[in-house]
């Protein structure tokens, strides 16, 4: 099962890319404000659809869960924007990489600390190395975008 679970997780990043390319790409033709806003209000239409119709009931809701929680929304905005923004002028590999970099290092933090409630994971050679290979990786693809002309 988990084999399986971190596959989807695999295609859902897969996928992900692709839409920040596709949305690079409308948001350099129609602006940055109206691709976001499209992406958020086909969104939340699914999202209606699916908590309306197939959804099962929970014992909290958005109105009483505890309001930190709640800000999680906001961060998809931002991360929104500036990738649609990013994309036509950076390239999808630098802007993906680059993304993947600060969520490395943030769950890093995150599980070093416990914060957000999650359980301690201590921070270790490996996952330090880990962040290194990935900033390094981030810099040789920017060198290339950079000596391609981009």
């Known amino acids: 099962?988990?084999?399986?679970?971190l596959i989807v997780v695999v295609i859902s990043g897969a996928v992900l890319?692709?839409?920040s390319a596709?949305?690079?790409?409308?948001?350099?033709?129609?602006?940055?404000?109206?691709?976001?806003?499209?992406t958020f209000t086909l969104g939340a239409l699914l999202s209606f659809l699916w908590a309306f119709f197939v959804e099962p009931s929970h014992a909290l809701t958005l109105f009483n869960v505890p309001r930190w929680q709640v800000t999680g929304?906001?961060?998809?905005?931002?991360?929104?924007?500036?990738?649609?923004?990013?994309v036509p002028r950076v390239g999808t590999a630098v802007a993906t990489v680059a993304v993947i970099s600060g969520q490395l290092l943030m769950s890093l933090?995150?599980?070093?600390?416990g914060w957000l409630d999650n359980p301690v994971l201590p921070l270790g050679a490996a996952r330090l190395a880990a962040m290194a290979l990935l900033a390094l990786a981030l810099f040789l693809?920017?060198?290339?975008?950079?000596?391609?002309g981009r």
């Not at 099962?1 to 679970?5: E, V």
């Not at 596709?22 to 499209?38: D, F, K, P, T």
């Open 1 to 5: 099962m988990l084999i399986l679970m």
């Open 109 to 113: 933090l995150i599980d070093n600390f």
């Open 141 to 148: 693809i920017y060198r290339s975008n950079a000596r391609q």
């Open 73 to 86: 929304a906001f961060f998809g905005v931002v991360y929104m924007l500036v990738i649609v923004f990013a």
């Open 17 to 19: 890319c692709a839409q």
């Open 22 to 38: 596709i949305n690079g790409r409308l948001g350099a033709n129609v602006g940055v404000l109206e691709s976001a806003w499209l």
